[in-house]
DNA sequence: CTGAAAGCGCTTACAG
DNA sequence: CTGAAAGCGCTTACAG
């Protein structure tokens, strides 16, 4: 039983239905859905009035048994903590790509692969054809899945960097070194000399990137770098404030902390509070992100803004293109400076 | 092309295929596909070793053009603010359902219908038949989406209790009057009288339910009503701030708030400590929903804790059984109260 | 229990 | 520019 008989919908009605309808072949109204190349002004006007009369709408799987693609896109969520889904960027992502992909009439289908056991079944599913390509979201890149796919010829976007050596993944990013850059000229700018910073895992571009853009900085400003005051973090709210009572506690002195998210700069502020120190008198705070954690402290966030709106449409024009048969690109995207009351 | 050449993907395995080497027929090897009924061990086994061999995977699309079904199921978001994807209770709702699909090999086409276009567009999308059914989430209900589909005879299940008379929509909603019962009864505990309350949306069922809850127990407990106690809010935290800021000008001498979500609690938060008054020494804060946000604060929100998961797996299970031709169902799912610092 | 055959709704060379 | 026809990969009565 189909279901549209189920409910009492009525068989809806096909190619057919539209041809006898306005008095064409089957062919002529594929090809008037299909783009309306070779078809006369007349017949092109006969079928789609007979679609709006019949309230035709494309099956789909029909469509997608000839032509062998999918007309949809998995977005695909490798990570086997609960954190990323705690992540308020990861919700403005996910909605911007649907949203970019509903423009082009393509649904989204949210994958998560946790587990080995779940990356196995998605993995099969996604190389026998169901999609047309994968969006793929994960924090630790370098991820087994990205190149198996990859290899598997799967059209793929990696949202940020893949690290590992020329994997020809492509992906959009936004300009994590730069940013680092611009907060901790900001610290520098308000006269702050010990500035210690918290990391992001070294097994992510942002971990890496952003410690490199503070360390050159430093460098270009003649500050010495001091290992003491570089903390490994893990973009968790506790790693945040663990990390911030270890450099308290080995740099008693410092002016200034960078910390390169929003979400552990917060658990900054709270290990600062309880060892007594103003935010930003005694030490300023720069995040990283502009999630809407940077306005939920007090004080609220200086943070370095990644234009989440534009990295979701471009994850999607990208792997759109990839889809039609172009070469695999990167893009990097611009941050931002902005200003609040922690430093 | 199909998508399987492009990037040397070769033309994977069909069911023929797999009779060959298995030495049937193409029927056989469709049951044993399909449940195995009618089918020898030996041709079972047979089917099976070439399946493995071969590597094949069904092909949806051919499968689905017959069936009439689609084998996916739709999350759809009406909401027109950004608001819902900020809420926490969201992702965990969306991430439930995921996963509970997946345990049964559904992907999940997540919606989002903004403004009235979106939700022209997702509404034919539906009911061309490209889902098999609805998992509904807008927190206004009433949502005249939900009776168009169902008028279509979409299977279609909502969170959360429609409002509207005997709709027969099947819904999965946690228990809103008796969340709220608990907290009041466990402020009046705490030796409070003078309990005010910030409401959800009244068009929303915990807007409605959760005052109801309030209201019978302060009756039970022949507290008298006071109407300057009641303020409603819009499940914003700046709504939250706002409300408490109000409550307190009218009744200065209020000893303890309950708010009907742990995002406007927070608002309340910063409201109660603008104005002086410690938490919980001079007023008493309960909140609802235990999203992450209720850790968040200072003091920890005492709250009631909505079954996120067993919500969102209940809504797969109903959403299934209605596929499957069952009777709309409602579902409602005890709450708990969690004891923190607030109250 | 099993095979041969029809058919799901569409697209796409192929003739004209 | 257009129609007739083949075929995509599967499921499902229908005979046996």
Redesign the pocket.
């Known amino acids: 039983m189909t279901m549209q008989q189920t409910g009492g919908r009525r068989?809806p009605p096909?190619?057919?239905d539209v041809a006898r309808e306005a008095?064409?072949?089957?062919?002529?109204?594929?090809?008037v859905?299909?783009g309306g190349?070779?078809?006369?002004p007349?017949?092109?006007e006969a079928v789609n009035a007979a679609i709006r009369r019949t309230g035709?709408v494309?099956?789909r799987h029909?469509?997608s048994?000839?032509?062998g693609r999918s007309d949809s896109v998995g977005f695909l969520l490798t990570e086997p903590q609960e954190r990323f889904f705690e992540d308020p960027n990861f919700n403005v992502l996910l909605r911007g790509c649907t949203q970019a992909l509903a423009a082009h009439d393509i649904p989204l289908l949210l994958m998560i692969a946790g587990t080995e056991a779940e990356r196995r079944r998605i993995t099969r599913y996604i190389t026998a054809g169901h999609v047309d390509g994968v969006l793929l979201v994960s924090s630790h890149s370098g991820d087994p899945l990205a190149e198996r796919l990859r290899d598997a010829g799967v059209p793929l976007v990696a949202c940020g960097k893949p690290i590992g050596q020329a994997s020809r993944i492509s992906y959009v990013a936004a300009d994590d070194r730069d940013g680092a850059r611009y907060m901790v000229r900001h610290l520098l700018s308000l006269g702050r000399r010990r500035i210690g910073t918290i990391t992001g895992p070294l097994d992510t571009p942002g971990g890496v990137d952003r410690l490199g853009g503070y360390r050159e900085v430093l460098a270009e400003a003649g500050v010495a770098l001091d290992e003491r005051l570089v903390a490994t973090g893990d973009y968790s709210r506790a790693g945040g404030e663990a990390c911030a009572a270890r450099l308290l506690d080995r740099v008693p002195d410092l002016d200034a902390l960078f910390v390169a998210s929003d979400l552990m700069a917060r658990g900054a502020l709270t290990a600062l509070q309880r060892a007594g120190r103003r935010v930003p008198e005694d030490v300023a705070v720069g995040g990283f992100d502009d999630s809407p954690a940077a306005t939920a402290t007090e004080p609220a966030l200086t943070t370095i803004r990644q234009p989440w709106d534009r990295i979701s449409s471009e994850m999607v024009r990208v792997l759109l293109a990839l889809i039609g048969g172009e070469d695999p690109a990167a893009v990097i995207l611009p941050t931002e400076l902005v200003r609040r009351a922690s430093a």
Chains 1, 2 share one sequence.
């Open positions: 068989r096909t190619i057919h008095g064409v072949s089957r062919g002529t109204v594929s090809r859905l299909n190349h070779y078809v006369s007349a017949a092109q035709y494309v099956n029909a469509r048994l000839i032509t």
